[in-house]
């Protein structure tokens, strides 16, 4: 019992730590829903976008202060301004069929995006103002996530039904991180630790590995089984710092990095939650303004 009780300390002392130290807001995309930020500190919601369409992913550009997303069915990239007083969302650029998974190259100025098409799925990109696109692969099944190492040249992705990937960015020198038992559209990558964190729906297990596809072990079971779909469903994840940001259907749940910890529901929306970033204290600085 005294184990128990430290380990759950332990749990709640680390998020608080992350929350006041370190972080102040997660932005969400809900399905077929709205865009929103939360503040963690105050557990306050607000709505930035009214999406009325799915947004698979989430990106930031934190040099240019620019969140980007895919529209999935209206097959386009989208972006607004944040921090800002003033949300204006301006088209990107349009896509192929069905944009999933998005990641965003602030080096190079290079958006990438998948998308998710069987036996046909591109992984695509071009610049950030949406200019100069090219396909860097057309012969994917599925190809649902993306995730990029910058500063070592790696690019991540998953085959929902079969693999995880990685590559170089121009897809050259593949590698086969996890073959899948079943379906994952839920991983992320911490570039610091060099980690992999994906979930599988089969088993609900968040599972976690190296780079180098050492270490491979499991951190929680979500309790999210695929045999409770649709009414459970994980489908967002992201880390920041020791902390792990998953979604449950319309749960939002936060977990800790070291296996076995448990895990603590922060907010409950009336949909699905299909995308989650994590915005650092160090990349907010509110600026006002007024829609014209």
Request: net charge neutral; proline share 2%; charged share 20%.
């Amino acid at each position: 019992m005294d184990v128990h009780i430290w380990l759950y300390q332990y749990l709640i002392l680390d998020f608080t730590f992350s929350f006041v130290c370190a972080q102040r807001k997660l932005l969400i995309a809900t399905q077929n829903a709205s865009i929103k930020e939360i503040d963690l500190q105050t557990r306050t919601v607000t709505v930035l976008y009214e999406l009325g369409d799915t947004a698979y992913s989430i990106d930031y550009d934190s040099k240019n202060r620019q969140v980007y997303f895919p529209r999935y069915f209206n097959n386009d990239i989208m972006r607004f301004g944040y921090p800002t007083g003033c949300i204006v969302v301006q088209k990107v650029v349009t896509t192929g069929n069905r944009p999933t998974g998005l990641a965003l190259d602030s080096i190079h100025n290079h958006i990438y995006w998948t998308e998710n098409t069987v036996n046909v799925g591109r992984i695509v990109r071009c610049d950030l103002d949406g200019s100069n696109v090219t396909v860097i692969s057309q012969s994917l099944s599925y190809p649902f996530v993306i995730r990029l190492d910058v500063k070592n040249s790696w690019m991540y992705f998953v085959e929902r039904y079969s693999k995880i990937y990685k590559s170089r960015l121009d897809f050259t020198g593949q590698i086969v991180i996890k073959n899948i038992v079943s379906d994952v559209i839920c991983f992320d990558i911490d570039t610091e630790k060099e980690r992999l964190y994906w979930i599988e729906e089969h088993t609900a297990d968040l599972s976690s590995v190296m780079v180098d596809r050492s270490d491979l072990k499991t951190i929680i079971n979500t309790n999210c089984k695929v045999s409770n779909a649709p009414i459970c469903k994980s489908i967002a994840i992201d880390i920041f710092g020791n902390n792990i940001y998953f979604s449950n259907n319309n749960q939002l749940a936060v977990s800790n990095t070291s296996p076995g910890l448990g895990s603590i529901v922060l907010y409950n929306d009336t949909n699905r939650i299909d995308s989650i970033y994590s915005i650092s204290c160090k990349k907010i600085t509110y600026v006002s303004g007024v829609c014209i």
